[in-house]
Structure formats: C-alpha cells, structure tokens
C-alpha cells in the first residue's frame, strides 16, 4: 500500500522559515495537500493542488511538490502556526494521510 | 458558513454496531463528495470512507471494507457511517469533511468538530 513519510517533528524559531517535507514513491506525479491541528481542535486545510492555498490562509503557507516529495514551507513562522501539520493525497482510489509533523515554535 | 456537525459517537462493546450522522449545512450538499477521516486517540488522521456527490459511487480504507458503510441522503443534507463488528482498534474521534474530487485530486476543505467512537468491553 501505499505510504507517506513525514518527520515527526520540526522546530523553529519565531520569524524564521521552515519546511515540513512529505515523501512517497512518485508523490510528483500525485496531488499532495497539507492540513493544521491545533491541540482539541479539528484540523485545517492550508494548502491544496500542491501549492494553492485556500482563502483565509496567511501567504506566509506555500506548498511544492516534485518528484518523491511534497513540501509545506512557512516564511516568518509564528507563534500561532504551533501545530501538528499532514500531508495528504489520494490515488488508486484511496486516500493516504502522512504520519504527522509536530512544529514547535521556540 | 459551510458547518457540517457529527452526531452518534459513544461507548460500544467489541462486536457491536454504531451509526454515525452528519448534518451539512452552507453549501449545495449533493454537488460535493463527502468523507469520514479518523484520529485515534494521540495518533494521526486516517481515512475511512468517501462517498460522491450522487452518492454512485464509494470508497474504503481497507482496514473497515466489509464492516462499515457510508450513505448520504440529499435530501436532509446528511451522511451516514454505518458502522458493524467493530473492535477496539476502531476507538477514534470521527470527522466528517466536505470533499473536493475532481481532475486526480481529493481533498478536505471542510471539517466538522468531531464525535468520539469508544470501542471497549
């Protein structure tokens, strides 16, 4: 079955940027979309179609995805952007989540 | 305001049956395919299920084909999980997401709060 490999946990420090990755055989050549939860809450999409991001989301979300990886950067990370973060795709007429990615904000 | 709210959660004993529930709200429900996705307790999301707009066609983790069923009803804007011979590895909050399908993409742009399914004897 297919599978989606993102790093437990990423740290940063406020106004710097980072990337959480999302790696799967020829993800490419899929559409990776990426959610937000914060702690009792539900989750949040930010970005969808690789790289579009919905409305309401801040522009400092952007997403990429090339060959075996999809990637979430977020430009002047905040405080507030302290969450878990999924990827997602779908394809063989399943949907596959990533493991998670736990973003501290220090 | 799209708002889509779950209902029918509780406690169930291994073997037994659960319906979950889903009212939509805030758009034209039967152009959208919807979906339940799951999140054990401190783990991450898993699919379980999608159904079409039309309500044609459906889809299935693996780890519920055969025991659960998804349904929707166009015209009170609901869905349905209809759940049988559950175990208590099926203990997870159930969300119900509103779906965008189309051209080799599927997404969740729309999430509900949540209703918690515990499965133990």
């Known amino acids: 079955s297919y599978e989606l490999t993102q790093p437990p946990s990423v740290s940063v420090s406020p106004g710097q940027t980072t990337s959480i990755t999302c790696s799967g055989n020829?993800?490419?050549?899929?559409?990776a979309s990426w959610y937000q939860q914060k702690p009792g809450q539900s989750p949040v999409m930010v970005i969808y179609?690789?790289?579009k991001r919905p409305s309401g989301i801040p522009e400092r979300f952007s997403g990429s995805n090339s060959g075996n990886t999809a990637t979430l950067t977020i430009s002047g990370t905040q405080a507030m952007d302290e969450a878990d973060y999924y990827c997602?795709?779908?394809?063989?007429?399943?949907?596959?989540f990533g493991g998670g990615t736990e973003l501290t904000v220090l | 305001e799209v708002q889509l709210v779950e209902s029918g959660g509780g406690l169930v004993q291994p073997g037994g049956s659960l319906r979950l529930s889903c009212a939509a709200s805030?758009?034209?429900?039967?152009?959208?395919?919807m979906s339940w996705v799951r999140q054990a307790p401190g783990k991450g999301l898993e699919w379980v299920s999608g159904?079409?707009?039309?309500?044609?066609?459906?889809y299935y983790a693996d780890s519920v084909k055969g025991r659960f069923t998804i349904s929707r009803d166009s015209s009170k804007n609901t869905l349905s999980l209809q759940m049988n011979s559950l175990r208590v590895e099926d203990t997870a909050v159930y969300y119900c997401?509103?779906?965008?399908?189309?051209?080799?993409?599927?997404?969740?742009?729309?999430w509900g709060q949540g209703t918690l399914v515990t499965v133990s004897s």
């Open positions: 997401a509103k779906t965008l399908h189309a051209s080799g993409s599927y997404y969740f742009d729309y």
């Open positions: 805030g758009f034209t429900y039967s152009n959208y395919a």
């Open positions: 159904i079409t707009g039309s309500g044609g066609n459906t």
């Open positions: 020829k993800l490419g050549d899929k559409y």
């Open positions: 179609q690789d790289t």
């Open positions: 997602q795709t779908w394809g063989s007429s399943t949907v596959v």
